[in-house]
């Protein structure tokens, strides 16, 4: 957080000087904006967890700030513009009419500059992993195959982690819901470098990529199926009525090499499984990976 808070106020200040502007809270804005996190996370150990019984913590920067001495020595604009920018930034839909044309501003510049931190910081976390760690998430990935809801196999009313039928060569399964379920078989450190208590259902999350490889490196991955064919094994397909896109392909061949037994524990898709093309570069996988679609 130190870190982050530090490269978000860097920016926040070059943001405003690209543009010929002064803005003299860029650097508190940027230093303030995830204060509040404070509350979101405890001490377990020598580790910081989620705190679950934390909540609604977004909205506490601008009272942290607002609490310190200092605060009071700003200009009534300034203590105005900086409540309402921390208070509003994680929910800019609801900040007050009449807000002023400085203060939206500020909480666009917030914003911009938190998701270029972010993107920077996963795709560091990713290329700075040495080959013990490479190991850590070819098993993890293996324990949250274990653990896929497929066909609805451990629970018919979660959501199915994956489809398959018992002639088929393969079994399909959302990148997202990979990307959901294997942190928690990671270490603390590792969820950080990857990122993976970020949105993970971006396309171009960076550990899309190292999941492929690390599957590919483990056999799993189909990156051809019939005439389709894809080098992240990742597919758009129709279950049912239904459209999902960015879907591996992972081959049930070597799943019984590595996991022996699994497969036949999951029965069959109640329906039709239809691979339509290999997933080209989204902005975003979709909200559950699905787009409804009358036939």
């Known amino acids: 957080m130190f870190e982050h808070s530090l490269s978000v106020s860097k920016k926040v ?6 543009r010929g502007r002064r803005e003299p809270l860029a650097t508190i804005a940027g230093l ?14 020598d580790q910081w967890v989620k705190n679950v019984s934390a909540t609604h913590h977004n909205k506490y920067a601008a009272y942290i700030v607002s609490t310190q001495p200092e605060f ?7 203590r105005n513009t900086l409540v309402l920018a921390l208070r509003y930034y994680h929910d800019p ?3 007050p009419i009449g807000a002023s044309n400085r203060t939206e501003a500020l909480i666009q510049a917030l914003r911009m500059c938190d998701g270029f931190a972010i993107k920077e910081e996963k795709a560091a976390g990713v290329q700075k992993l040495d080959e013990e760690q490479l190991e850590s998430i070819e098993k993890a990935l293996l324990d949250t195959i274990s653990e896929l809801n497929i066909n609805g196999y451990l629970s018919k009313n979660g959501h199915a982690g994956g489809w398959t039928t018992p002639a088929l060569e393969y079994v399909i399964t959302p990148m997202s819901t990979v990307l959901e379920l294997m942190g928690k078989h990671l270490s603390a450190d590792l969820n950080r470098k990857l990122q ?6 971006t396309f171009k999350h960076p550990a899309v990529k190292l999941v492929s490889e690390r599957l590919q490196k483990l056999g799993l991955l189909m990156i051809t199926y019939k005439t389709y064919s894809s080098d992240i094994g990742l597919y758009d397909c129709r279950i049912g009525t239904a459209r999902f896109t960015s879907v591996l392909m992972l081959s049930k061949q070597e799943l019984e090499k590595l996991l ?4 036949e524990k999951w029965g069959t898709a109640a329906y039709r499984i239809r691979i339509i093309k290999g997933t080209g570069d989204n902005s975003v996988q979709g909200e559950n ?7």
Do not use: F, I, M, V
Request: proline share 2%; charged share 40%; hydrophobic share 25%.
């Open 260 to 263: 022996p037994g699994l497969q």
């Open 289 to 295: 990976d699905l787009e409804d679609s009358e036939e």
């Open 93 to 95: 839909e609801n900040l």
């Open 72 to 78: 009071r020595e700003l200009a009534e604009d300034d």
């Open 13 to 18: 200040q070059s943001y405003y000087q690209d």
């Open 32 to 45: 303030a904006h995830d204060l509040d996190k404070l509350l979101a996370y405890k001490q377990s150990g």
């Open 196 to 201: 993976l208590d970020h949105e993970t259902r």
